[in-house]
């Protein structure tokens, strides 16, 4: 018998199972509302006043051409929409639609129910415990603001 770890002996496995778990429970969820979960991630991040691709992608920490898209794909589903800025012509404002408006406090509530499923048997304590773990192992060692008015972009 060797001393090599086998597949289950590793964290990075079992933090990839419960990524996709949660992950795939929501995405079902939310495609019931024709949405992904990378199109309620850019839903959301408008709603909560990241209202251009580049201060969404900073947001989210991806790739602008993927907000783009992302945008694109939402658009045509009539839930976003741009809009040019007042102040600079060379600005373009990511603007949610009544109807994306509307949609995005439902998704953020399976979002919520979601990490409930997952998480709630963990107490406050805990859980902050988690986050702060799983932040200071990914480099982002700042603990996320509860209010939102004290977010800002990354």
């Given at each position: 018998m060797s001393d090599t770890s086998g597949l289950h002996d590793h964290l990075g496995y079992w933090l990839r199972r419960l990524s996709d778990e949660v992950h795939g429970r929501f995405e079902a969820e939310l495609d019931r509302h024709d949405v992904t979960v990378?199109?309620?991630?850019?839903?959301?991040?408008?709603?909560?006043?990241?209202?251009?691709?580049?201060?969404?992608?900073?947001?989210?920490?991806?790739?602008?051409?993927?907000?783009?898209?992302?945008?694109?794909?939402?658009?045509?589903?009539?839930?976003?929409?741009?809009?040019?800025?007042?102040?600079?012509?060379?600005?373009?404002?990511?603007?949610?639609?009544?109807?994306g408006r509307t949609l995005v406090p439902e998704l953020a509530e399976l979002a919520d129910r979601n990490d409930a499923h997952y998480f709630g048997s963990l107490d406050a304590g805990r859980r902050r415990q988690l986050e702060e773990w799983i932040r200071n192992l990914v480099g982002e060692a700042r603990p996320a603001p509860h209010n939102p008015s004290e977010r800002r972009e990354r």
């Open positions: 990378s199109q309620w991630g850019v839903m959301v991040s408008v709603f909560h006043g990241h209202d251009t691709t580049k201060a969404v992608a900073a947001h989210m920490d991806i790739d602008p051409g993927a907000v783009s898209r992302l945008v694109d794909r939402l658009a045509g589903k009539g839930l976003i929409r741009r809009e040019p800025d007042p102040a600079s012509r060379r600005t373009v404002r990511l603007v949610l639609t009544e109807r």
